[in-house]
């Protein structure tokens, strides 16, 4: 986010009282690969995890970037204006708890089992929704493409845990990708992924935003 200025020994015109003010571009931000998130999340008298993903659509967002400029963002891929998502986008997204059983300074320390179980995760009820504004939209016909359950390397002190016999907690992540309906949709909206606990009590919040 640099906005750099060239100063020249010709001078630098003033405009005239009235004009209107030149639309400098003051910021280029670029979407090769897609969007990405990552957020904390907690659940109450359990453990701490994070969610970590991308949003991604084939072609889409290859030279797509965003110009901010004195009037507003637009967004281009080459000499293009683009204005909405495609008709559908993959989410990818995938799901772990922290190693240590501390949670980050940001996430409500919690007690309990400090990981997450395969009981945990099946309680756990996933929300999609746009977000225009303030006002949040929940999608329908999300379509599931993948799932997996997979194990996760020991750390070092559970690998020593082990070595003396100690009994060592299962440790998984959790793999996920939907095709999500987008036809329609600006760019300015953004998508936001919320996990709810059996309780409806918010685990995690994220949004992808161009």
Excluded at 70 to 80: I, P
Excluded at 133 to 140: A, H, N, R, S
Excluded at 161 to 187: M, N
Aim: include cysteine; aromatic fraction near 10%; charged fraction near 20%.
């Amino acid at each position: 986010m640099v906005a750099g200025i060239l100063a020249s020994s010709v001078g630098i015109a003033v405009p005239a009282a009235g004009a209107p003010e030149p639309n400098h571009e003051k910021n280029v931000f670029n979407y090769e690969g897609g969007l990405f998130l990552q957020t904390n999340g907690s659940v109450p008298n359990g453990p701490c995890f994070r969610i970590s993903g991308h949003v991604a659509a084939p072609g889409f967002f290859d030279n797509l970037k965003r110009i901010d400029t004195d009037t507003g963002a637009t967004f281009r891929r080459g000499s293009e204006n683009v204005t909405h998502f495609p008709n559908t986008i993959s989410l990818q997204f995938v799901v772990f708890d922290h190693y240590d059983a501390t949670c980050p300074p940001q996430v409500e320390n919690t007690s309990g089992t400090p990981h997450l179980t395969r009981a945990i995760m099946a309680s756990m009820h996933l929300y999609l929704y746009w977000k225009h504004g303030v006002e949040l939209t929940p999608i329908t016909n999300v379509v599931p493409k993948y799932f997996s359950v997979d194990p996760r390397p020991l750390t070092a002190s559970a690998r020593a845990e082990a070595a003396k016999g100690d009994p060592v907690p299962e440790r998984l992540s959790w793999s996920y990708e939907f095709a999500v309906p987008s036809a329609d949709v600006p760019l300015s909206d953004s998508l936001v992924l919320v996990m709810r606990t059996k309780d409806n009590r918010i685990a995690a919040r994220v949004a992808a935003r161009m």
